[in-house]
Protein backbone atom coordinates (compact mmCIF):
# COMPACT_ATOMS: atom_id res chain seq x y z
CA UNK A 1 0.00 0.00 0.00
CA UNK A 2 1.14 3.14 -0.55
CA UNK A 3 2.92 5.68 2.09
CA UNK A 4 4.01 9.10 2.26
CA UNK A 5 6.23 10.77 4.56
CA UNK A 6 6.65 14.46 4.87
CA UNK A 7 10.69 15.79 5.68
CA UNK A 8 11.99 19.08 5.62
CA UNK A 9 13.21 21.86 8.77
CA UNK A 10 10.94 22.72 11.29
CA UNK A 11 11.42 26.28 11.99
CA UNK A 12 12.49 28.58 8.95
CA UNK A 13 12.76 32.16 8.94
CA UNK A 14 10.49 35.42 7.99
CA UNK A 15 11.28 36.10 4.09
CA UNK A 16 12.64 32.52 3.77
CA UNK A 17 11.87 29.93 1.41
CA UNK A 18 10.07 26.49 2.79
CA UNK A 19 11.35 23.50 1.09
CA UNK A 20 9.78 19.94 1.91
CA UNK A 21 9.71 16.20 0.47
CA UNK A 22 7.30 14.04 0.33
CA UNK A 23 8.91 10.60 -0.23
CA UNK A 24 6.31 7.79 -1.62
CA UNK A 25 7.14 3.89 -0.68
CA UNK A 26 4.24 1.61 -1.63
CA UNK A 27 3.47 3.07 -4.92
CA UNK A 28 4.81 4.90 -8.67
CA UNK A 29 4.24 8.83 -8.74
CA UNK A 30 3.57 8.38 -12.34
CA UNK A 31 1.00 5.54 -12.09
CA UNK A 32 -2.18 7.13 -13.78
CA UNK A 33 -5.01 8.12 -11.85
CA UNK A 34 -3.26 9.30 -9.02
CA UNK A 35 -2.87 13.03 -7.90
CA UNK A 36 -1.02 14.19 -5.54
CA UNK A 37 -1.41 17.11 -3.21
CA UNK A 38 -0.14 19.56 -0.25
CA UNK A 39 -2.50 20.89 2.40
CA UNK A 40 -1.90 22.28 5.07
CA UNK A 41 -3.16 22.86 8.57
CA UNK A 42 -2.34 26.18 10.63
CA UNK A 43 -3.19 26.28 14.34
CA UNK A 44 -6.52 26.23 15.16
CA UNK A 45 -7.74 26.72 11.30
CA UNK A 46 -8.97 24.25 9.07
CA UNK A 47 -7.27 22.37 6.47
CA UNK A 48 -6.16 24.49 3.81
CA UNK A 49 -5.09 23.10 0.09
CA UNK A 50 -1.60 24.40 -0.84
CA UNK A 51 -1.58 22.90 -4.91
CA UNK A 52 -1.25 19.41 -6.42
CA UNK A 53 1.03 17.35 -9.51
CA UNK A 54 -1.18 14.88 -10.89
CA UNK A 55 0.81 11.42 -12.56
CA UNK A 56 1.73 13.28 -15.53
CA UNK A 57 3.41 15.98 -13.88
CA UNK A 58 0.53 18.81 -14.41
CA UNK A 59 0.62 21.08 -11.21
CA UNK A 60 -1.65 23.43 -10.24
CA UNK A 61 -2.10 25.98 -7.39
CA UNK A 62 -4.66 27.50 -4.68
CA UNK A 63 -4.96 30.92 -6.08
CA UNK A 64 -4.15 32.39 -3.02
CA UNK A 65 -0.81 30.72 -2.92
CA UNK A 66 -0.18 30.45 -6.24
CA UNK A 67 2.34 33.74 -6.78
CA UNK A 68 5.00 31.73 -3.56
CA UNK A 69 4.00 28.29 -4.34
CA UNK A 70 6.68 25.72 -6.46
CA UNK A 71 5.39 21.67 -6.76
CA UNK A 72 7.88 19.40 -8.35
CA UNK A 73 8.81 15.86 -8.83
CA UNK A 74 11.49 13.61 -8.53
CA UNK A 75 10.97 10.49 -10.21
CA UNK A 76 14.15 8.90 -9.78
CA UNK A 77 13.50 9.30 -5.92
CA UNK A 78 9.39 9.08 -6.22
CA UNK A 79 9.31 12.21 -4.22
CA UNK A 80 7.66 15.17 -4.27
CA UNK A 81 8.91 18.57 -3.17
CA UNK A 82 7.06 21.81 -1.96
CA UNK A 83 8.52 24.99 -2.10
CA UNK A 84 6.73 28.12 -0.38
CA UNK A 85 8.93 31.74 -0.95
CA UNK A 86 9.05 34.52 1.06
CA UNK A 87 7.31 32.89 3.84
CA UNK A 88 5.79 34.87 7.29
CA UNK A 89 4.52 33.37 10.17
CA UNK A 90 1.59 33.07 8.89
CA UNK A 91 2.33 30.13 7.10
CA UNK A 92 3.41 28.21 10.41
CA UNK A 93 1.40 25.32 9.86
CA UNK A 94 1.48 21.05 9.99
CA UNK A 95 2.14 20.62 6.05
CA UNK A 96 1.15 17.24 4.72
CA UNK A 97 1.45 15.13 1.28
CA UNK A 98 -1.48 13.75 0.26
CA UNK A 99 -2.67 11.16 -2.51
CA UNK A 100 -5.87 10.77 -3.86
CA UNK A 101 -6.41 7.07 -5.33
CA UNK A 102 -9.90 7.08 -6.59
CA UNK A 103 -12.06 6.55 -3.88
CA UNK A 104 -9.73 6.97 -1.25
CA UNK A 105 -7.12 9.72 0.31
CA UNK A 106 -3.81 8.54 1.83
CA UNK A 107 -2.15 10.91 3.72
CA UNK A 108 1.55 11.24 5.67
CA UNK A 109 2.07 11.69 8.89
CA UNK A 110 2.46 15.54 8.39
CA UNK A 111 5.29 18.10 9.60
CA UNK A 112 5.71 20.68 11.93
CA UNK A 113 6.82 23.96 10.24
CA UNK A 114 7.12 27.39 12.56
CA UNK A 115 8.15 30.35 10.55
CA UNK A 116 9.84 32.55 13.30
CA UNK A 117 12.98 34.68 14.08
Known amino acids: QVQLHESGPNLVKPSQTLSLICTVSGGSITKNGHHWSWVRQPPGKVLEWIGGIGYDGSTYYSPSLKSRTSISRDTSKNSLTLQLNSVTPEDTAVYYC?????????WGQGTQVTVST
Open 98 to 106: DVRIPPIDV
